[in-house]
């Protein structure tokens, strides 16, 4: 599906000792921890890949890449705290040093979404990979057709990274949606689940790919919307989420019947995964 990634064996086991060199809080619980990869042993990174995130006596934790692949080697790593590793994350500062295995899994198959119009859906977290997706396509803007981006979070205060929000919101040549399932008193947009964003969808499906990424809960409404626009299986790609431990397809955790996410993925298009029900 995607074009094969080699890592080398060095960066497979070994966290290479990374500095922080930036440390922002985005939301109450998601922090954005910038770092400066060293060039000669962590290779460049891409969309929709991510790196093994550990602390020497606490753990590791596996985080999307962030950032577009053109800001490499400096990458972005958006960090919500929900346990012990990700609690330890958010205490970092500049200066301080994690290890960092990576980058792992396929990535979103960019050779394939290029001179595509494309529909991206992003609920939650998964706004993080797509971040690095959406920059991306903003820096490479004329090799993509028309762009939609829906984008849904459960309430105002969790939408992440408002000002670039804002920023694509304005460009000519971004449709941007965003709905919150629940407003405040400030919130002037659109309210309900992101499903009911495909009100504002037109897709020209001889031409069109979908990327999606969002918690598990979200995939089976969102795909029932992506149906009603025929687009083909083969063009339907999304990010799986599943508890890993060695991210290099040993260990077994990560595995859904016959595919390894860690290896296989953690983008798959909707062809390889409809005949998966424990999947999505
Ligand atoms: C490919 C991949 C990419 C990810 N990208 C990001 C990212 O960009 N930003 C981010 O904040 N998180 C991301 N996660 C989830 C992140 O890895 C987990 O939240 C983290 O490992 C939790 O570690 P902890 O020690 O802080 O929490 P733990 O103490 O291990 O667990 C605390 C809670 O989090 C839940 N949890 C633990 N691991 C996962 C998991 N993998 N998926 C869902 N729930 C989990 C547990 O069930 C528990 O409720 C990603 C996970 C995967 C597999
Ligand atoms: S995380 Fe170990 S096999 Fe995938």
Redesign the pocket.
């Known amino acids: 599906m995607s074009e094969s990634i080699t890592i080398p064996e060095q960066t497979l086991y070994l966290p290479i000792p990374t500095p922080v060199t930036a440390v922002r809080m985005l939301t109450k619980t998601e922090c954005l921890i910038t770092v400066e990869l060293d060039p000669d042993r962590i290779e460049p990174y891409r969309p929709g890949q ?1 790196f093994m995130l550990s602390l020497p006596g606490i ?1 590791e ?4 890449v ?1 950032s577009p692949p053109e800001a490499y080697p400096r990458l972005q ?4 705290r ?6 330890h994350l958010h205490q970092l500062a500049v200066g301080s040093t994690i290890g960092i295995r990576g980058p792992m ?1 396929n990535g979103v198959p960019l050779e394939q979404l290029k001179g595509q119009d494309l529909l991206i859906a992003a609920g939650g ?1 998964g706004m ?1 990979p797509l971040h690095a997706l959406i920059n991306h396509i903003v820096k490479n803007r004329a090799d993509y057709g028309t762009v939609t981006v829906l984008y849904g979070a459960k309430e105002p205060g969790e939408l992440l990274f408002r000002d670039e929000l804002l920023q694509w919101g304005s460009r000519g040549d971004l449709n941007l949606h965003i709905a919150v399932n629940i407003a405040d008193e400030d919130w002037m947009g659109h309210v309900g689940m992101i499903t009911t964003l495909f009100q504002y969808v037109s897709v020209d499906v001889a031409k069109t790919a979908a990327v999606i990424v969002g918690p598990p809960v979200m995939y089976h409404f969102v795909m029932q919307e992506i149906r009603k626009l025929n687009l083909p299986p083969e063009r339907i790609f999304l990010s799986l ?4 431990k060695c991210g290099v397809g040993k260990c077994g955790h990560c595995q859904i019947n016959e595919i390894t996410v860690c290896q296989d993925g ?1 983008v798959f298009s909707y062809d390889q995964l409809k005949t998966l029900p424990e999947a999505i």
């Open positions: 991510f753990g934790a596996p985080i999307s962030c790593l958006c960090v919500r929900v346990g012990k590793v990700t609690a899994g977290l993080v989420e599943r508890r890993m953690p």
